[in-house]
């Protein structure tokens, strides 16, 4: 079992034992929060600034690590005027640097690679950090963050697979929060604060099931990218719409919920919802199960991670009375092997969980570049997983060693 | 717009604040609750009880006041020899007093009428009241128990509509807790601690939409007592099955919820759902829904308001394996004119609820006597409530008043 970062027990919540009427707002004065946004050319990342946009009474930018695509970069430096601006290498940087000089945009101090988006991550004036850096390129900047006391909304579900034990033992060590913004894990979050941590039961994590639900068995190695990468309700990145096609990504989901929520794989369970509505449950030891429901927007639980423990309105509204039917069905193990490679993993924790991700990253890759067929994923990430020995790094460093190993051996097995 | 009991507002839940490892367990010792059950011998009477059975380490029997049946009167209180317990009349109360006695049964006190009821509920020993006497017979021992400090989980949701506003005001000033026992008003409070009082946007009570959802409206004026007593999901009294077959019970949950919630009506909205499983939902201003969900079985909410804010493990599972649809559907005012009369009531309040809720029952039981159609049910409650002053009683006397005249015209409009 995981070494996990806790939620804390909410035993005291008293709520209905005030009869004084509340005051309708909470009356301590909003202060702006600056933002550090790993990853802000990414697909989170721009919803971030969208909601920097929506409400620049609550937050600003102070700082942007973004990776090669120095055309957005410049945009959003120039938009949102950070201290600090981290770019993937340093050519990529000077010329982030020489444009903003001839855009006459100065006092901006930009810096490269993966001590460039730490330098991003611990800047003193951030108060709080959103880690969506795709894949474990975004450890070392998050670890740092959480090292520096620095509450973190989390969208990389990499960093918790991979360094879960790590980064939920300096986060409990330096009383951090960390807040999930997965869609999955957002909903969880919402749900476990109608109970105390011993009382769940079990999570509930959603899958919509993927492009492949009712596909024949027989026709799955002949699955084509095109085919794969139609995602049936959230329009995502290439390998996450892979990995939802495989389950793999419900797998990663059910590793970072048992850290984030510091419960045991058997306290996890999936429910394949195909509408994408309900984003997860929690279901407590009484009976009752909640559910959070909400469009299926990444704006919504960027907003709850960043204003939380306050509820700002928005217009992503979803409108109940358009709500037809709900479906929940149970997952096939059978269909999606992935599914059962990632409780394995679960259960043995620490360098399995890397590999576990490591060898799906390089599978998904070969079988976009129609290398191996669509039933390669889970068999390369199956023979990776069986010669990865049972090991709990310590430091990020032993865990890139083991992401590396699992790479090389999973890119021996697809070439 | 109605004065209401408030929630507490839960902005210092502190959430994922705290990185310190939370005990697995409450550390409070467990101190016995002993209960004061009005209407001991009715259905959630009986439930209470049952829960009493399952967690003798967390209840006791203080007090029962129970009817006319003195069968299962004597039983109760052979089983579970409460201090006091109380019968509607003197005659039947000195049977119980006789049978006991030839029983062997001693020191036990006997009283009777709604003086009893009232030693009952305010009975010095009893730390939380179970208020489950139907219809407005039960609000005198209600409002007593306010008075005396005792925290109420309420299952008579007359009470709450006849005098929510003299209800609410004295648990106000006591600072008295009141706990909704009704499934769906128990759903909305657990899915109120989601967030903060003034971030509720909509609170969407569900409904069955009772056996005649799907009735052609000119089969309405011939529907009769044997086709609307059948209700599709829940067990339960002849009144709330027929009001659940016209959703003027749901109209008296809307009323309810604005009392107990201290929201205005605009913000309680009903959404049809036929499979009972979704008890209530809760959306927020930044537009996540909260959902509860469970089995239909009235113990979970009795435990969860016994309970509260602990969560005792119970067999009340609900097996979401198990769950495969879920319809939502907006309700059809035209074939429920109950449930906008609610609505004019719930904007009027004072004497127009009280008048809404007195005129049902008399109607509802001159249908039953065949004495009026299925159509008559509203026809009687629009005319009475056109005739009712615009009036808010203060005192529970003047509420009886207004009752008593509202039943008086319905008497004549029915005869």
């Known amino acids: 079992m995981p070494s996990c970062w806790p939620l804390r027990r909410y035993g005291t919540l008293n709520l209905s034992?005030?009869?004084?009427?509340?005051?309708?707002?909470?009356?301590?004065?909003?202060t702006l929060k600056k933002l550090a946004i790993l990853g802000s050319t990414g697909s989170i990342g721009q919803?971030?600034?969208?909601?920097?946009?929506?409400?620049?009474?609550?937050?600003?930018?102070?700082?942007?690590?973004?990776g090669r695509n120095v055309d957005e970069a410049f945009a959003q430096?120039?938009?949102?005027?950070?201290?600090l601006v981290s770019l993937a290498s340093a050519e990529l940087a000077a010329e982030l640097a020489v444009r903003l000089r001839h855009a006459g945009?100065?006092?901006?101090?930009?810096?490269?690679?993966?001590?460039?988006?730490v330098a991003c991550s611990t800047l003193p004036e951030a108060d709080f950090v959103v880690s969506a850096i795709v894949g474990v390129a975004g450890l070392e900047a998050t670890h740092a963050a959480i090292l520096a006391g620095k509450p973190v909304g989390l969208a990389n579900k990499e960093c918790m697979v991979a360094a879960g034990e790590i980064l939920t033992a300096a986060?409990?060590?330096?009383?951090?929060?960390?807040?999930?913004?997965?869609?999955?894990h957002n909903a969880v979050h919402q749900c476990?604060?109608?109970?105390?941590?011993?009382?769940?039961?079990?999570?509930?994590?959603?899958a919509s099931g993927g492009p492949f639900r009712h596909t024949p068995l027989e026709q799955f190695a002949s699955i084509t990218p095109e085919q794969a990468l139609k995602h049936p309700t959230w329009v995502m990145g290439r390998r996450i719409t892979i990995d939802s096609a495989t389950m793999l990504n419900k797998g990663l989901e059910i590793i970072e919920a048992c850290r984030l929520f510091d419960v045991p794989p058997g306290k996890v369970r999936v429910t394949v919802h195909p509408q994408s509505t309900v984003h997860s449950l929690v279901e407590y030891v009484d009976g009752s199960i909640l559910a959070q429901i909400s469009v299926t927007d990444m704006r919504l639980p960027i907003l709850y991670a960043l204003a939380y423990p306050e509820r700002p309105a928005s217009n992503l509204t979803f409108d109940?009375?358009?709500?037809?039917?709900?479906?929940?069905e149970e997952p096939d193990f059978q269909r999606f092997p992935c599914l059962r490679l990632a409780y394995e993993a679960a259960e043995k924790g620490g360098a399995h969980c890397i590999a576990l991700n490591a060898a799906d990253e390089i599978a998904v890759e070969a079988f976009l570049q129609r290398r191996i067929p669509f039933t390669g994923i889970p068999d390369?990430?199956?023979?990776?997983?069986?010669?990865?020995?049972e090991a709990h790094p310590v430091t990020v460093a032993e865990v890139l060693a083991v992401d590396w190993e699992a790479r090389r051996q999973a890119g021996t097995l697809v070439a």
Chains 1, 2 share one sequence.
């Open 17 to 30: 034992t005030s009869g004084s009427r509340a005051p309708d707002r909470p009356v301590a004065p909003k």
């Open 47 to 66: 919803s971030t600034l969208s909601i920097v946009e929506q409400f620049p009474e609550r937050y600003s930018v102070a700082s942007l690590a973004a």
């Open 77 to 83: 430096t120039v938009r949102w005027r950070p201290q």
């Open 105 to 117: 945009v100065s006092g901006i101090r930009v810096v490269h690679g993966s001590e460039g988006a």
């Open 171 to 184: 986060a409990r060590e330096r009383n951090v929060p960390i807040l999930p913004i997965d869609s999955e």
């Open 192 to 206: 476990m604060r109608v109970g105390a941590h011993a009382e769940v039961k079990t999570i509930w994590l959603t």
């Open 320 to 328: 109940l009375a358009t709500l037809r039917h709900l479906d929940f």
């Open 380 to 389: 390369t990430i199956e023979r990776v997983l069986a010669s990865t020995p």
